[in-house]
């Protein structure tokens, strides 16, 4: 029989309820869970888009169970109903989603296959100390799944395959957003690529705070050099030196329109000798949901077939090619 792989969904914020919206147009996945800060809602029936769509707090659904530590209680109870779980929670700081993986890993009966959208280098690295007690749990965990590190890492280690040495990989991301409080988690975690702000003190800042700090910037962010984690990917899987690998982008809080296209670029030596560049653009119709729902997905349905074949332990998005969308006969295939 093909069933949909079940899913349970940490976050219910813009890419948590985005990830919903997405699985709903997915048929070999089905949203059973749906976790916020104070409440999860499980049905193994499916949760629709529309019942999540509205809700600001996941407590305004009739059937929620509120709770204060939302993801255990639901993990707890739950456990054996889920096949994969997205990561779609803040991490800040850079340690709390893999404490959130080592609670889930150590104090549950879970098994099957995780995969988050970490962004920064230091976060990937702490996801890697979790490797021998998810190989023990047998967990297989994707990290850095997400966009960027993610989608445009995986296009730039399949565009390197070309070169005989790659010497640069810059990644440039444009993302509109219509309002910074439909992704509250994402955008304070850009404000620690700003000169003059730390985990601490984004941590520490007020959403007041930051819409006075989004307001001196006419609600633009401007991101240069940023600590991502495409560095230690893209070394890990051999495409170049983490050095040589750069990321940057400009955020518009306030406008759904892109203020830049997103593009990778990957130069390198060619087989002549000869310095080239292969340019990837990414259309601007795509959006957050798509760059980073669809590829998580597409990861998760390749990183479960390798968790029916006995692959345990954290791997990053370098290590395996995302697959679909035309769904898989999952359950089928052994
Ligand atoms: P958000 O602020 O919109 O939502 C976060 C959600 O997590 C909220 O529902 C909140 O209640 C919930 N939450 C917070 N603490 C919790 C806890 N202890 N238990 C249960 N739920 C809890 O966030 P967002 O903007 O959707 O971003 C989510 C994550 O995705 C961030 O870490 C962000 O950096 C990442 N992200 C990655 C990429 C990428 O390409 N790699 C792109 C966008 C976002």
Known sequence: MTQPLRIAILGAGGLGKGMVQRVE???????VALVDREAYLFDSDGISY???????????????????????DLMATHADEIDVIFVALPNLPVTFIPDVVKQIATQTNFQGVMVDA???????????????T??????????????TPGFLSTIAAVAAQSFVEVTHVDI?????????????????????????????????????????????????????????????????AGICKREQVT????????????????????????????????????????TMIDNVCGPALGFLRQGYQWYRQNHYGVVTSADLMPRGPLPLKTRTLV
């Open 25 to 31: 147009l997915t048929p070999d996945f089905k949203t």
């Open 50 to 72: 529309a019942q999540v769509q509205s809700l600001q707090h996941l407590r305004q659904h009739p059937d929620s169970v509120p709770s204060a530590q939302a993801i255990q």
């Open 118 to 132: 970490l962004k920064r280098t230091r976060a990937v690295e702490a996801m890697f100390t979790l490797d021998e």
């Open 134 to 147: 998810l190989r023990d749990r047998r967990i297989l965990y994707i990290t850095g799944a997400g966009a």
């Open 172 to 236: 440039r991301f444009g993302v509109g957003i219509a309002n910074w409080s439909q992704y509250r988690a994402t955008v304070r975690e850009d404000f620690l690529h700003l000169e003059g702000f730390d985990a601490e003190k984004v941590n520490a800042m007020s959403d007041a705070d930051i819409e006075a700090e989004l307001e001196k910037r006419n609600g633009i962010l401007e991101l240069h050099n940023m600590e991502h984690a495409d560095d230690i990917i893209l070394e890990l």
């Open 247 to 286: 990321v940057g982008g400009v955020v518009d809080t306030r406008n759904a329109q892109k203020p830049a296209h997103t593009q990778v670029t990957i130069t390198g030596k060619t087989t002549l000798g000869v310095e080239a560049s292969h340019l990837l653009t990414l259309d601007d119709a795509t």
